[in-house]
């Protein structure tokens, strides 16, 4: 009965690798963003999507490409890993003017 | 775009002492304001939150303020216990779907 859910929780893979992170969430929301955390500890947004459609792109490099297949999913696609790009990557969700859901977290680690 | 600045980064108290954090914000157009806390390896997971209409709300130990004027709020922690130790993270957003904008947390330490 997770309200937010996320896999893999921990994911280690080689420089210039290609790695997916998946998100569901069975809170009915319509909106679903995807989170950086650094190792300071600082909490970025990268990508918002409503209803399937990308809302908000921040300045993120374009080897990160979400996709939304429906409002319940958003997946997080990852080419070229660079060292730079470990992180803890959260993924959230949340209804209009309502508070926002984290999943569990997924560790990335590129060695 | 808006940021949101948030003091102190770190913070220790003693068990039974109140604590408070400090977070200013830039845009006067942001409505919504949650605390989150994260324990060591854990999600972010709110506390609390106050809506511009409101200028103060409690919730047994944990109470919030907001000044929309000065643009800033904080978050008031009273009789502080070990379980308490955790980064708090104050945010800000505007109406609609617009993504939470983070400080960069307050790591408190309660020492018992």
């Known amino acids: 009965d997770t309200a937010v859910s996320q896999t893999p929780k921990y994911l280690v893979t080689q420089m210039g690798n290609d790695k997916s992170i998946k998100c569901e969430q069975n809170?009915?929301?319509?909106?679903m963003y995807w989170y950086k955390q650094d190792s300071k500890k600082f909490l970025k947004i990268m990508f918002s999507y409503n209803n399937k459609e990308l809302i908000i792109n921040e300045t993120v490099p374009n080897r990160f490409s979400p996709k939304s297949p429906d409002k319940a999913h958003l997946n997080l696609h990852i080419n070229s890993l660079e060292l730079g790009d470990s992180a803890v990557y959260f993924c959230?969700?949340?209804?209009?003017?309502?508070?926002?859901?984290f999943g569990q977290g997924t560790r990335l680690t590129v060695v | 775009g808006e940021n949101v600045e948030q003091h102190p980064s770190t913070l220790s108290v003693q068990e039974g002492d109140s604590a408070v954090i400090k977070c200013t914000y830039s845009?006067?157009?942001?409505?919504?304001f949650p605390w989150y806390k994260q324990e060591l390896g854990k999600r972010p997971q709110l506390i609390i939150d106050?809506?511009?209409?409101?200028g103060e709300k409690k919730d047994q130990r944990i109470a919030v303020t907001l000044n929309k004027t000065a643009k800033h709020f904080s978050l008031h922690i009273t009789e502080t216990q070990p379980e308490d130790s955790a980064v708090y993270f104050c945010?800000?957003?505007?109406?609609?779907?617009?993504?939470?904008?983070f400080g960069k947390g307050t790591r408190l330490s309660v020492i018992a």
């Open positions: 959230a969700s949340s209804q209009v003017k309502g508070q926002a859901f």
């Open positions: 809170l009915g929301h319509d909106t």
């Open positions: 106050i809506r511009s209409n409101v």
């Open positions: 845009d006067s157009a942001s409505n919504y």
């Open positions: 945010a800000a957003s505007k109406s609609g779907n617009t993504p939470l904008v």
